[in-house]
Every structure is written in structure tokens, then in C-alpha cells.
């Protein structure tokens, strides 16, 4: 069984916009929003085996943010440049390399790939997954490289403001 959540960076700061995109960080709702969505996570009893994000800095500041509050070293972060900008096979490619050692595996990358990549895989169908947003992903399968088109199903979809 394997467990993939794909979580949306949280929201990034425009206040400079002579900063390259690569390098917007989170803005003031984004660094509140990302500690609590790890907490919620951290209270369903939920901890990464595995964190992989895209290099741009609001990417792996939230990864860095979920990693601190799930007891996951950030030195751990595997950072994949794939993940920037990336379409649905991009994302496909990257977890179906990821190995078979991991069952619950933390994907933190942008949109519109991650929404159109759980649209391809998960029965849980999203027009957006908004920042922050975490859309839990199982397959009952034992090896990554099989993960498919409709292959998984939803075990949960949460976002900063649902409640």
C-alpha cells in the first residue's frame, strides 16, 4: 500500500517583483498557514517516510515547515528541479522513481501540475488545489512505477481555510 499526498506550496509573497518567481518566499498568511496545516497533519497521525520538493524557495520553505513539525530531518528533503513548473508527466516521472522502501511519500509542489496530476491519478476530482492544500493520495499497489491514471483513491483533501 502506498500513501502520496501532494501538497501545494504555501502562498508566496509578490511583494518584490524584481525577485525571479524562483525565488519568492511564503508571505505572512503562507508562513501561518503552513504550520497549521502540518499540525493538522501531525494530529491524524500522518508522518512522511519521505519528502520530496521542487527547489523553488516557497516549495521547500513549506516542506521545510512540515518536515519541522513531523520530526523529518530537512536535510532529508530530497529537492527534485523537475518539480518546478512541472506538468502531470513530470510529477508521474518522479514518483514513479521513487523507491519501493516508501510507503508514505510528501510531494510539496505548485500548480496547475499538482491539481491536474491528482485529476489523472486519484477517483477525488479538484478544480483547484489552493495553497497549502493537501490532497491525500492511496494506491493499493506495492510498487511506485505502477501508479497509473485512476490507480489511486482519495483518503482526504484539506486546505487552510476549510475550516
Given at each position: 500500500?502506498?500513501?502520496?499526498?501532494?501538497?501545494?506550496?504555501?502562498?508566496?509573497?509578490?511583494?518584490?517583483?524584481?525577485?525571479?518567481?524562483?525565488?519568492?518566499?511564503?508571505?505572512?498568511?503562507?508562513n501561518?498557514?503552513?504550520?497549521e496545516?502540518?499540525?493538522?497533519?501531525?494530529?491524524?497521525g500522518?508522518?512522511?517516510e519521505?519528502?520530496?520538493?521542487?527547489?523553488?524557495l516557497?516549495?521547500?520553505t513549506?516542506?521545510?515547515?512540515?518536515?519541522a513539525?513531523?520530526?523529518?530531518?530537512?536535510y532529508?528533503?530530497?529537492?527534485?528541479?523537475?518539480?518546478?513548473?512541472?506538468?502531470?508527466?513530470?510529477?508521474?516521472?518522479v514518483?514513479?522513481?521513487?523507491?519501493?522502501e516508501?510507503?508514505?511519500?510528501?510531494?510539496?509542489?505548485?500548480?496547475p501540475?499538482?491539481?491536474?496530476?491528482?485529476?489523472?491519478?486519484?477517483?477525488?476530482?479538484?478544480?483547484?488545489?489552493?495553497?497549502?492544500?493537501i490532497?491525500?493520495?492511496?494506491?493499493?499497489?506495492?510498487?511506485?512505477?505502477?501508479?497509473?491514471a485512476?490507480?489511486?483513491?482519495?483518503?482526504?483533501?484539506?486546505?487552510?481555510?476549510?475550516?
Open positions: 500500500m502506498k500513501q502520496l499526498f501532494l501538497i501545494r506550496h504555501a502562498k508566496s509573497s509578490w511583494d518584490h517583483p524584481d525577485l525571479d518567481d524562483y525565488q519568492r518566499p511564503l508571505n505572512k498568511r503562507g501561518k498557514d503552513a504550520p496545516m502540518a499540525k493538522r497533519i501531525k494530529k491524524a500522518i508522518f512522511p519521505l519528502i520530496i520538493s521542487s527547489p523553488a516557497r516549495a521547500f513549506t516542506a521545510k515547515i512540515f518536515a513539525a513531523l520530526d523529518y530531518s530537512e532529508d528533503i530530497v529537492l527534485k528541479d523537475q518539480l518546478y513548473e512541472a506538468g502531470i508527466r513530470d510529477i508521474e516521472e514518483v514513479k522513481s521513487i523507491s519501493d516508501y510507503s508514505k511519500v510528501f510531494i510539496v509542489g505548485h500548480n501540475g499538482l491539481t491536474l496530476f491528482n485529476n489523472e491519478i486519484c477517483d477525488l476530482k479538484l478544480e483547484n488545489i489552493p495553497t497549502c492544500g490532497s491525500a493520495v492511496y494506491f493499493n499497489l506495492t510498487e511506485w512505477r505502477k501508479v497509473s485512476e490507480a489511486g483513491r482519495s483518503l482526504f483533501y484539506d486546505y487552510p481555510k476549510r475550516i
